[in-house]
């Protein structure tokens, strides 16, 4: 648990009696999977803390430290293999919780705990990776809570959730961590330019950490968007597919963010650190398409956990993004 959750965890311990379902809902990059997993420990722990944080050796921390307790369910997107015939192929990261998996979970749960009247927990993150079907057959066991079991969602993207499945859940708001905070942990992390990580990760410290550990592929990445019109979208696509559909989206967000902002305002908010380039491009951009590009890029979003072909997606989105710009008078 990180020092600016505290809050959060004393608003959920503080409770007489927690309810079946908590709804953990916050930006990306915040630690709110972390909490849940902790939550989850302190739920299960036979012997926890004055602070309800879980003891760490008594057995059911020991089984929970070893990914083995028998009363833990984690539903996340699976890693399947890309293919039966080559099992050495690397796994392909599946985009959403299928109904296959929630049909497991309804029969593990029809079984008996393996302690006696013991709770049972089960996190499901990031929960808007769940599909209609098996967000639907998620809603039927909220509707009708098996006996001491306790749901936890963990979602950056509470409003892709079915509204039905929301009320059935008590929501924690996880707001950023002040920016002082943010600073001071990630500087006991050992980054550099933190202040810049930061900012590029719109105030969230774990997404600022990731960033930093990914500098040189991140400043690449920049390099190619500064070079507007002429930026070779087949080139480029392959190292934004590199970072993660979502996060690749996330970054050229922010990026015409600030180009919209220098061109409207002459003001940054992610990347103060390029402000000459964005100032350069953003004389030649065409706001209208600009504020059209915006859109699609909400758009594409929406469609992160879907099984696209990620390349071609971004191959398509870079083309549109050379189109912004005005072509250079030569006098």
Not at 63 to 85: C, N, Q, R, Y
Not at 144 to 171: G, Y
Not at 214 to 221: C, H, Q, Y
Request: proline share 5%; glycine share 4%.
């Amino acid at each position: 648990m990180y020092s600016w959750q505290q809050s959060q965890w004393q608003q959920i311990m503080q409770r007489a009696s927690l309810p079946h379902a908590l709804l953990l809902r916050g930006r990306e990059g915040i630690g709110k999977h972390e909490l849940a997993i902790k939550l989850s420990q302190s739920l299960l722990c036979a012997a926890p803390k004055v602070d309800k944080t879980a003891c760490g050796t008594c057995q059911n921390c020991v089984w929970f430290a070893e990914e083995g307790h028998p009363d833990f369910k984690l539903i996340a997107p699976e890693d399947v293999e890309t293919s039966d015939e080559a099992p050495k192929k690397k796994a392909a990261k599946k985009s959403q919780i299928s109904v296959a998996q929630i049909r497991q979970l309804i029969d593990y749960l029809s079984l008996s705990s393996h302690q006696v009247n013991s709770r049972r927990v089960v996190l499901i993150s990031p929960a808007e990776t769940l599909n209609t079907a098996s967000a639907n057959a998620l809603l039927k066991m909220l509707e009708e809570p098996p006996t001491n079991t306790i749901f936890l969602l963990v979602t950056s993207q509470p409003q892709r959730l079915l509204a039905t499945i929301i009320s059935r859940c008590q929501a924690i708001d996880m707001p950023l961590p002040a920016k002082a905070d943010s600073l001071h942990w990630l500087q006991q992390q050992g980054i550099s330019n933190v202040e810049q990580a930061l900012n590029l990760a719109g105030g969230a410290p774990l997404l600022a950490l990731q960033i930093a550990e990914e500098g040189d592929l991140i400043a690449t990445l920049t390099k190619h968007l500064s070079q507007g019109a002429q930026l070779d979208a087949f080139a480029c696509a392959p190292l934004f597919t590199g970072l993660g559909m979502g996060r690749a989206i996330d970054a050229l967000q922010k990026w015409v963010f600030d180009l919209a902002a220098c061109k409207l305002a002459q003001q940054l908010h992610y990347h103060l650190s390029h402000s000459n380039a964005l100032q350069a491009l953003s004389k030649s951009v065409n706001l209208s398409l600009l504020l059209r590009f915006q859109q699609q890029l909400l758009e594409a979003k929406k469609l992160v956990n879907h099984p696209l072909n990620n390349e071609l997606q971004l191959e398509n989105i870079l083309l549109q993004y050379t189109q912004l710009f005005k072509p250079v008078k030569l006098r």
